[in-house]
């Protein structure tokens, strides 16, 4: 089924299914330029840094317009704020119904490699930026309207969830169409697969200390039974192999920076992509809290992220409670 069609099946709020086709327009556009990668020029680095202190790729700069070229022509969007710019991008359309957050180009270090990235959105319905101005954006991701991402991999995927599931399109190469692939996607409770960059251990508090250590001493340990490791360095490509085959991805907090709670951005990267996780039946927390409940106080907000297995999350907050005692 054409992402269209589904669209239509299961939503009648026709400014949010016209919003996620121009969304899927803008994965489109980034995909042909990822997919010609050194023959664009487009996997230079810049000599720019963006918001986050982080150097930028053209591709970086490229996607977040395209992207916002996009929302801009749905006209059902009043403001987009993204990774690559400090304070959000307002349009003319201010009293439209929705506002996005989007990291238009996640994972952007691994084009260097000719690896996976991938563009994540967070669609939130517009409570009043042309009062609020930025404030608007600060609301917790169960106002989420809708959440997805595109992952530029070997075929090109867009991932959606409008509230009622997550579901999984495939890029038609040929017809430059999405159609559904996997509808409803379910993350089994157990696993025993995690992914953690496990460069930063010694930055780790306690409890992640305390359920790393479990995992590895597998059989011989107190979980019975031998894990496995993955760590990608692209949370789109991470968390795409926990909606396909489970397991768990920690981003946890650490000492390494302590201003930093954690790497990952709360608006753009932890609340979409806990929002398709939750959908899935998976779980997500920040080490305590569920993600999802969370206040937002400022639009680059980074957060801990630990999500997928229900099962094994609910350890790790079991950890996290009894090492905060
Ligand atoms: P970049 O977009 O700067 O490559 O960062 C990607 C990311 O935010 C996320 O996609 C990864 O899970 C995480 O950073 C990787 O972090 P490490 O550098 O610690 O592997």
């Known amino acids: 089924m054409q992402l269209d069609v589904f669209l239509k099946q299961v939503s009648i709020n026709q400014a949010l299914n016209s919003l996620i086709s121009h969304i899927a327009e803008a994965g489109i556009e980034i995909a042909s330029l990822v997919k010609q990668g050194a023959l664009a020029g487009v996997t230079e680095k810049m000599t720019t840094t963006n918001v986050q202190g982080e150097t930028q790729m053209q591709l970086d700069i490229l996607s977040h ?60 319905p517009n409570t009043g930026v042309s009062r609020l101005g930025e404030q608007a954006f600060l609301q917790p991701g169960q106002a989420q309207r809708a959440a997805a991402y595109v992952m530029y991999g070997p075929a090109t995927l867009l991932v959606l969830t409008m509230g009622q599931g997550t579901h999984v399109f495939t890029l038609d190469a040929q017809q430059q169409i999405f159609t559904l692939t996997q509808q409803t996607v379910q993350i089994a409770d157990q696993t025993t697969e995690f992914a953690i960059n496990t460069s930063n251990q010694r930055y780790w508090q306690p409890a992640m200390q305390r359920y790393i250590a479990e995992c590895l001493h597998g059989a011989d340990g107190p979980r019975g039974h031998d894990f496995n490791m993955r760590w990608c360095a692209s949370m789109v490509m991470d968390v795409h192999r926990i909606l396909t085959r489970g397991g768990v991805f920690l981003y946890p907090r650490d000492t390494k920076q302590p201003v930093k709670a954690g790497r990952l951005r709360l608006l753009y990267e932890a609340n979409p992509m806990s929002l398709l996780v939750t959908q899935a039946g998976g779980a997500s927390i920040d080490g305590l809290d569920d993600i999802l409940s969370i206040q937002p106080t400022s639009c680059h907000q980074r957060v801990p992220v630990l999500l997928g297995a229900k099962q094994e999350i609910q350890r790790l907050r079991d950890y996290h409670q009894q090492a905060s005692h």
């Open 65 to 124: 317009d395209l992207a916002l070229a996009q929302l801009r022509a749905s006209t059902v969007v009043a403001g987009v704020l993204s990774e690559e710019v400090d304070a959000p991008v307002l349009f003319e359309t201010l009293d439209a119904p929705f506002l996005v957050s989007m990291d238009p180009l996640d994972g952007s270090s691994n084009l260097a490699i000719n690896g996976v990235v991938g563009s994540i959105f967070s669609i939130l």
